[in-house]
DNA sequence: TATAATTAAGTTGTGCACAATATAATTGTT
DNA sequence: AACAATTATATTGTGCACAACTTAATTATA
């Protein structure tokens, strides 16, 4: 194993900057859609399950309470998204989507191919790549729930 | 190319959670080394090469001044760093270590190979994953140039 | 050689990301 | 039924990350 302390050789700093980099791809597509990339992940969960939990949009998206809360609080005052409390129980809120936000998921249909097309990449190469970033992510929940 | 609107399908989803998620991973153990990770980045760049402008750390790690200036004060009030401006041209900060600062990178140089234990990775395959990600970025670099 | 353009670093403001804590609703236990 | 433990959300504080702007030093050019 790579034991030298050399940024280069270390995975993560490849994941770091790699991550950050596509981001910055992403933010010019978001912009006339009126998003920052993380509020664009939280209308693509809204957009796959309308009517979902706050809590359950937090655990897709590997975020918590103190991001979420004033994140989805942005997505009121746009216009996108409505919060309500579930009758059921009253601790849980529940996530809807208003006319503006729903209309938006056919702007943000041409989004996926936009940045395929910016990265050239083709079909088969895609799908190696994310096999090995979900294999990554396997790897640290197993390392996680083995450590509690 | 995929072009389904789902969370998961989407490579910069992918590549965003398990950037987030390996990043907690370092957060234990870095936090002996009073280190935050990106704290860490520029260590490893000023462990590799001492006095090396503070703009080209920034070059190496993606960051710019409004990340880098306030990071650099942390990392000198903890006492790891020293700025000095260069005499040849006075606008140039050179970063140099302190003796603590020099001494920490024992204390590093166990770093990956715990987060390698961690992840249980043989060495082919975080050859084949550090590759990918170098992909990626070499990708988003020439569609970044092709633009300007 | 004035002065315009460029460059390096810093500052301000916005929005994540997360730890720690608080609050209120629900569930479990005696 | 009373009360302890748990759960969902919100708030506070710290530290990134970056855009936009400011300041000071250097370089280019008229």
């Given at each position: 194993?790579?034991?030298?302390l050399?940024?280069?050789h270390?995975i993560?700093?490849?994941l ?8 910055r791809?992403?933010?010019p597509?978001?912009?006339p859609?009126n998003?920052t990339?993380s509020?664009?992940?939280v209308?693509?969960?809204l ?6 939990d706050?809590?359950?949009?937090g ?6 309470s103190?991001t ?5 609080k942005?997505?009121?005052q746009i216009?996108?998204?409505e ?7 009253e ?6 989507l208003?006319d503006?936000?729903r ?8 989004v ?9 990449i083709d079909?088969a190469t ?7 970033l ?5 790897r640290?929940?197993?390392?996680g729930e083995q450590?509690?």
């Amino acid at each position: 194993m790579k034991s030298s302390l050399t940024l280069e050789h270390q995975i993560c700093f490849q994941l770091y900057t790699a991550s950050k980099e596509l981001t910055r791809l992403y933010r010019p597509i978001l912009a006339p859609l009126n998003l920052t990339y993380s509020q664009y992940l939280v209308m693509l969960v809204l957009w796959e399950e309308e009517g979902i939990d706050l809590k359950q949009v937090g655990e897709r998206l590997t975020l918590d309470s103190g991001t979420l809360s004033p994140l989805v609080k942005r997505l009121m005052q746009i216009g996108y998204v409505e919060k309500v409390r579930a009758q059921d129980d009253e601790r849980r809120i529940v996530l809807t989507l208003t006319d503006s936000g729903r209309a938006l998921r056919e702007q943000a249909e041409d989004v996926p191919r936009q940045v395929s097309g910016m990265l050239k990449i083709d079909e088969a190469t895609y799908v190696a790549y994310m096999e090995m970033l979900i294999d990554i992510k396997a790897r640290l929940k197993a390392f996680g729930e083995q450590q509690g």
